[in-house]
């Protein structure tokens, strides 16, 4: 009998994983708290270590919605404020760009995670789904830097009916997408179209192995090129 999605999930973490202790950046997002559900049903909770990394304007809503998920998880989620650090980055650098700063708060945000990593000798495990990995739409050695990627197969639309089947509060799975890197940040206004023609697009270039020739193909097609740096690791020059 053939293994469900969930099922594939599951297993691909608990031997991806290898009874290391799991470091899970939570955002009270849809994808990071999808990915905490795998995780409560891949491995012992004991083991499973999610870390909310808001700044101090976080937003009630926010906090919500983190408190709704550790009820539906049955996990504890460690806060740890990262305003003090982002204000240190930003006045040495003189940051004035919004996107950049949005850029060092994402890799900010990697590297407590990997701090926490090494403390407890566990693995960081991301939350980056099929459309964001095909558009580019996450920060290089940011939120792209961990050590597995259990949705990276799964667009957005999937990701929202997996996350309904696998009981992930409904207030995160109704809020808009956002990388939460400025204030009133979303994913779709960013990217151009909302998340459901994109994944129609992603899915035919997946099949295909190409873009269609329309203006939601050349746009994600454009997109996918100009990041191609980001699915790629560092290379030297040829060697004979």
């Keep these: 009998m053939a293994l469900s999605e969930k099922e594939k999930l599951i297993n691909f973490l608990k031997s991806s994983l290898n009874d290391k202790p799991a470091i899970l950046g939570v955002s009270s997002g849809i994808d990071s708290s999808l990915v905490l559900m795998l995780l409560a049903r891949s491995i ?3 083991k499973i ?3 909310f990394l808001p700044e101090s304007s976080v937003s009630q809503n926010d906090l919500n919605d983190i408190m709704a998920l ?3 998880s049955g996990i504890e989620i460690k806060t740890v404020y990262i305003e003090n650090i982002v204000k240190s980055f ?4 003189e940051i004035k760009d919004m996107k950049s700063l949005g850029n060092v708060k994402s890799r900010i945000r990697m590297t407590v995670l990997y701090y926490y990593s090494n403390l407890n000798n566990g693995m960081v495990v991301g939350t980056t789904n099929l459309t964001e990995y095909v558009t580019g739409y996450f920060t290089k050695f940011g939120d792209g830097g961990c050590d597995v990627e259990p949705i990276i197969g799964l667009t957005k639309t999937r990701v929202r009916e997996l996350s309904t089947e696998m009981g992930v509060p409904e207030s995160i799975i109704r809020k808009p997408p956002s990388a939460g890197l400025w204030k009133d940040q979303t994913d779709e206004r960013e990217l151009g179209f909302s998340y459901s023609i994109i994944d129609r697009e992603v899915d035919y270039f997946i099949r295909n192995g190409r873009f269609q020739d329309n ?3 050349k746009r994600v097609k454009s997109l996918y090129e100009a990041s191609m740096h980001k699915r790629n690791l560092p290379r030297g020059p040829e060697t004979d």
């Design 90 to 93: 930003s006045n040495l650098l």
């Design 70 to 72: 550790e009820k539906a």
């Design 49 to 51: 270590i999610p870390i």
């Design 215 to 217: 203006e939601v193909g």
């Design 44 to 46: 012992p909770r004991e």
